[in-house]
Nanobody, 121 residues
Framework: QVQLVESGGGLVQPGGSLRLSCAAS????????MGWYRQAPGKERELVAS???????NLVDSVKDRFRISRDNAKNTVYLQMNSLEPVDTAVYYC???????????????WGQGTRVIVSS
């Protein structure tokens, strides 16, 4: 079984910073693209940023100048550094990864449980 566990969310004032982490564990052979999605109240889940195993990144325009995604392949971990946070960034942030597991039956797309980010004064 494969699990993704996020951490690092919380309450922060506008202009502040947070760093989210997502660690994958289990019988993992390798992980392809990893990404962060978010879902604000009353809205659909949206892609925020993604990173390939080789380090190529993609960020949505609204965060491109403020957020940075990175990963540590040795630790099966992806990070999202969020700077200059704004109230519109308030959402539950979900980690996603396509995992190649030891068993083909457990390989596939996995999601974390979500970590809440609240940007408010």
């Amino acid at each position: 079984q494969v699990q993704l566990v996020e951490s690092g969310g919380g309450l922060v004032q506008p202009g502040g910073s947070l760093r989210l982490s997502c660690a994958a564990s289990g019988s993992i052979v390798s992980i392809n693209t990893m990404g962060w999605y978010r879902q604000a109240p009353g809205k659909e889940r949206e892609l925020v940023a993604s990173i390939t195993r080789g380090g190529n990144t993609n960020l949505v325009d609204s965060v491109k100048d403020r957020f940075r995604i990175s990963r540590d392949n040795a630790k099966n971990t992806v990070y999202l550094q969020m700077n200059s946070l704004e109230p519109v960034d308030t959402a539950v942030y979900y980690c996603n990864a396509y995992v190649f597991a030891a068993s083909i039956t457990t390989s596939g797309d996995y999601w974390g449980q979500g970590t809440r980010v609240i940007v408010s004064s």
